[in-house]
């Protein structure tokens, strides 16, 4: 047996080397080989951003790859994508694959499931394609309407400068900071104010107690009065007070007589007057009254 020359061994490693080059590019760009994944067929009208080792999702989680995409020359507007899906992956009837990309541009195969889960699609099935509109899309038709208002915004930063240009905003502005420091000044004496009313508050606390026990020492002198016993006593005063009325209005009786002679009230009265001038001439001549002698009365 010959023994294997250099050239020959040479050629084995490039040729082991090229084999395992292109396994790791297939697995690098998603692609698995010798496996047994199931393969689907979606059609689409546009792939623009979709090529081969895309990844699949479901849901948010990856459950497949883009194997290869065919575009039919007879029919421009037909483009097959041949999808690899995890062999535990089933699709119900009506699944639709939807082209989607992210804010940096990554573009993803995004199915989208159908209702019937109890009728599936075979190995080998087509389902229908199409793309989702993204963030970036949106973006851009919104870039017509955003032309078409920046006349208007302009107008309208025009009219705002020729606002703040008014001499009655500025002096506006300057109202409005010294309202701001009145408020600033309020707010201050409305803090001390509550810091003084928090301070008084407990000694008011105090003396409502205080008034609160005095009004319950009250309350219990109240009803340890006798009552009953009470308002007897004030019914036989009123029982006496009713007999004096009663007698000082009859005619009988020194004070009744009195009230209702007028006779007796002259009488009374001239008798006052006698004694009145009774005591002057007394205190006049008092010798006509009291007589002193050591030696004895002399007759007159």
């Not at 459950?63 to 020359?73: A, H, K, P, S, T």
């Not at 508050?201 to 009004?215: H, I, S, W, Y």
Request: aromatic share 6%; hydrophobic share 40%.
């Amino acid at each position: 047996m010959k023994p294997i020359t250099k050239e020959v061994k040479i050629a084995l490693v490039a040729v082991v080397a090229i084999v395992i080059l292109y396994f790791g590019m297939q697995f690098l760009k998603g692609l698995t080989m010798f496996s047994s994944d199931n393969n689907f067929y979606a059609h689409f009208t546009d792939v623009s951003g979709l090529s081969p080792s895309s990844p699949v999702y479901a849901n948010g989680y990856r459950v497949g790859v883009v194997e290869d995409i065919d575009y039919d020359y007879s029919r421009p507007d037909n483009v097959v994508a041949t999808i690899g899906l995890d062999k535990k992956m089933k699709l119900p009837r009506g699944t639709r694959a939807e082209i989607t990309s992210d804010l940096l541009g990554n573009v993803k195969l995004e199915l989208r499931f159908g209702e019937n889960v109890l009728d599936l699609l075979q190995k080998g099935d087509t389902i229908e394609g199409g793309a989702k509109e993204g963030l970036m899309s949106k973006a851009g038709n919104m870039v017509p309407q955003i032309e078409a208002m920046l006349p208007k915004l302009d107008s309208i930063l025009v009219s705002v400068n020729t606002l703040l240009a008014d001499p009655a905003i500025r002096n506006s502005l300057g109202n409005i900071e010294d309202i701001t420091a009145s408020l600033t000044t309020t707010t201050k004496q409305l803090n001390q104010l509550s810091a003084q009313l928090n301070h008084q508050v407990p000694q008011m606390l105090a003396k409502a107690d205080t008034m609160l026990e005095n009004t319950n020492g009250l309350t219990r002198q109240f009803n340890d009065i006798n009552l009953p016993q009470t308002m007897k006593r004030v019914d036989n005063t009123m029982a006496n007070l009713e007999q004096t009325t009663a007698a000082m209005n009859s005619k009988e009786g020194t004070l009744g007589r009195l009230l209702h002679d007028a006779s007796l009230f002259y009488s009374l009265n001239a008798t006052m007057a006698s004694a009145d001038s009774l005591l002057v001439d007394l205190k006049q001549h008092p010798k006509r009254y009291v007589h002193f002698s050591l030696f004895g009365r002399k007759d007159k």
